[in-house]
């Protein structure tokens, strides 16, 4: 099975702040990854899929990159609406898997 | 409205079964792969299994052999049969539409809770 690795698993950042979380996989999986952003109590909510595609209605502030092994989420500013738990997915073979999440607090 | 609504959760002991629901609205079931997907309390999400638009169906190690996922076009539902379940399947249960791109979770429902205890 192909293991995801998101880092860091907390961070502490302040309004306004440029951010990014990075999640690697066991095994190269082409551009097979999306991110979520997930608030307490809630459904998860998609934000960018095939790597680096903007979901329909999340904020442009929101972006992705990397292909095979390494990924990575960036929020530009933060605003006050991000602080949650983001988690990376991938797709390989019919076969999902989860990043351990990353919380995202305010500063 | 396009929602998925799961359904069918609650408190049952060790070794027993249960079947969960997921009913699709507003746009077209059979098009779409669907997924359930797991998150015990204060935990990290878990993916539990896919079934494609022709019942193909796959699973991780976790829960192969005991949970079966279905599907009924003709109603827009999913379904989950979970047997021999285990205290480490207490969780909240998501349904959600594979739409974006393969293996992307476009769609989720609120989820229903699953408790495995004596």
């Known amino acids: 099975d192909i293991q995801m690795t998101q880092s860091p698993s907390t961070l502490s950042a302040s309004v306004g702040d440029r951010v990014t979380i990075t999640c690697r996989a066991s095994q190269t999986i082409s551009h097979w990854l999306a991110w979520y952003q997930q608030k307490p109590g809630k459904a998860p909510k998609l934000l960018i899929y095939k790597a680096s595609t903007l979901e329909s209605g999340v904020p442009s502030r929101f972006s992705g990159s990397g292909s095979g092994t390494e990924f990575t989420l960036t929020i530009s500013s933060l605003q006050p609406d991000d602080f949650a738990t983001y988690y990376c997915?991938?797709?390989?073979?019919?076969?999902?898997?989860f990043g351990q999440g990353t919380k995202l607090e305010i500063k | 409205e396009v929602q998925l609504v799961e359904s069918g959760g609650g408190l049952v002991q060790p070794g027993g079964s249960l079947r969960l629901s997921c009913a699709a609205s507003g746009f077209t079931f059979s098009s779409y792969d669907m997924h359930w997907v797991r998150q015990a309390t204060g935990k990290g999400l878990e993916w539990v299994s896919v079934?494609?638009?022709?019942?193909?169906?796959y699973y991780p190690g976790s829960v192969k052999g005991r949970f079966t996922i279905s599907r009924e076009n003709a109603k827009n539902s999913l379904y989950l049969q979970m047997n021999s379940l285990r205290a480490g399947d207490t969780a909240v249960y998501y349904c959600?539409?594979?739409?974006?791109?393969?293996?992307?979770?476009?769609?989720w429902g609120r989820g229903t809770l699953v408790t495995v205890s004596s």
């Open positions: 079934i494609g638009t022709t019942g193909d169906s």
């Open positions: 959600a539409r594979d739409g974006r791109a393969a293996g992307s979770f476009d769609l």
């Open positions: 997915q991938q797709y390989n073979n019919y076969l999902c898997t």
